[in-house]
């Protein structure tokens, strides 16, 4: 990690600054006179005074880190991390395909492993989806609705406690995880799709950590409340179900676009013969637009991303319920714990600028960030946009593979009483 620092600070040196000034676009450098885009390995080997002899393989790419970081979530993290890029076709008519991955342990015991494809066949005939996990978890969960734990209101004989600083309540939970996703899509005109899709979310051997049972009284948490309520088991439950599913995507690199617009429609059924619980279904709603801010530069970028989560029919399990970092990357709400804010409903925003710091080389990039989320709880009558918890943050940016725009992310975002420091092999969306 310092060998990486070291790496960024000279970069901005060499590359980025004149007499301690922004170098401006006309002056050329001898090694990269029409300052092209370039890659930390181009800065290696020009400090080594080597020539790249023959161009590197642009079939193919392998981010492969130490994942060392810390969040809310996870606490200190220790592991592998990374992403695959390749392309299955031709550069004029398949785009890349992209799979994140991490193997890695926490200093909360949890054990997190899960790879990510996404992938487009020859000619963009199939886009494939993917998210795989096997999680030894654990979580605090805090209720439902944006507003918790704010203001709780339960039943009089529903006593809340908590374990939170400053006496707000939060309720600890461990339990194992395993996700299957799987959505297969067919080109049906230009860059219009339409697939559909087998989902697995199974949570077992849960343990509600500060549930008890007391003669008099019962101290109780959201999860055990809400299972006891809606007929679920306390212990372990299943939401297995089919998809339909339609994207539209004209990104030109979904590993770090510069341009372009995703958009995703994904309506899911539950049914118990599937070996769900109960019956429910859910809509996904989603929409990310990519906008460049310059012509000479095209690092230069204002992205958006928006997404809704929407239980339809039905009751769903609790920990399978709409919640912040529940989409595909589970990379939704930086500066806040995954599962912080959850509800029957959920809408999630966030606007990022992304910008390079070395003008010339452009190795060195940075982003700011801000993000927004609310939830309802039908249970207190609260609804969506009722309360909005925002959070903030910026990162740095180093690129290692400027055919497939591959950056060493490191990100620090702060929230409502909440704060983290993220490592990634991909961008956030």
Request: glycine share 8%; hydrophobic share 35%.
């Amino acid at each position: 990690m310092k060998k990486l620092f070291i790496l960024i600070f000279t970069s901005i040196l060499s590359s980025g600054m004149v007499n301690g000034q922004k170098e401006p676009d006309s002056i050329k450098h001898p090694n990269n006179p029409n300052c092209e885009q370039q890659a930390l390995g181009d800065w290696i080997r020009q400090i080594m005074h080597k020539e790249e002899k023959t161009k590197p393989p642009k079939s193919f790419s392998a981010l492969v880190l130490p994942n060392i970081s810390s969040n809310p979530t996870n606490g200190f993290i220790l592991g592998i991390g990374g992403a695959l890029g390749w392309r299955m076709g031709p550069k004029e008519s398949t785009n890349v395909s992209s799979a994140p991955f991490t193997v890695a342990v926490t200093s909360k015991s949890q054990l997190i492993t899960f790879v990510k494809p996404n992938i487009y066949t020859k000619n963009n005939q199939f886009y494939l989806q993917g998210d795989y996990r096997f999680y030894i978890y654990s979580q605090p969960t805090y209720g439902l609705g944006t507003n918790s734990p704010d203001t709780l209101k339960v039943p009089s004989d529903i006593s809340w406690m908590g374990e939170g600083a400053g006496g707000d309540p939060l309720f600890p939970m461990e339990f194992n995880f395993v996700k299957i996703n799987q959505i297969v899509n067919k080109r049906l005109i230009g860059e219009l799709y339409a697939g559909i899709g087998y989902n697995l979310d199974y949570y077992y051997s849960i343990k509600d950590t500060s549930y008890k049972e007391l003669p008099d009284d019962t101290l109780n948490t959201p999860h055990h409340y809400y299972s006891a309520k809606n007929g679920f088991s306390t212990d372990n439950y299943m939401l297995s179900g089919v998809s339909l599913n339609v994207v539209y995507d004209t990104r030109d690199n979904m590993i770090n676009p510069y341009k372009g617009i995703y958009a995703n429609i994904n309506y899911r059924i539950n049914p118990t013969w599937l070996g769900s619980d109960q019956n429910s279904s859910s809509l996904w709603l989603e929409f990310r637009t990519y906008v460049g801010l310059s012509k000479k530069t095209e690092r230069n970028v204002l992205a958006f991303w928006a997404f809704g989560n929407f239980n339809l029919a039905g009751t769903q399990p609790y920990l399978t319920l709409p919640a912040l970092g529940d989409d595909q990357r589970a990379r939704s709400g930086r500066g806040y714990t995954n599962g912080r804010y959850r509800g029957d409903h959920l809408i999630y925003a966030e606007a990022e600028w992304r910008f390079p710091i070395s003008q010339c080389s452009k190795i060195l990039g940075g982003v700011l960030f801000v993000n927004a989320v609310t939830a309802s709880n039908p249970n207190t009558d609260v609804k969506l946009f009722q309360y909005i918890r925002p959070a903030v943050g910026f990162g740095i940016r180093v690129m290692v593979n400027k055919y497939f725009r591959t950056n060493i992310n490191l990100d620090f975002a702060i929230g409502k009483e909440s704060k983290g420091f993220y490592f990634s092999g991909q961008e956030t969306f």
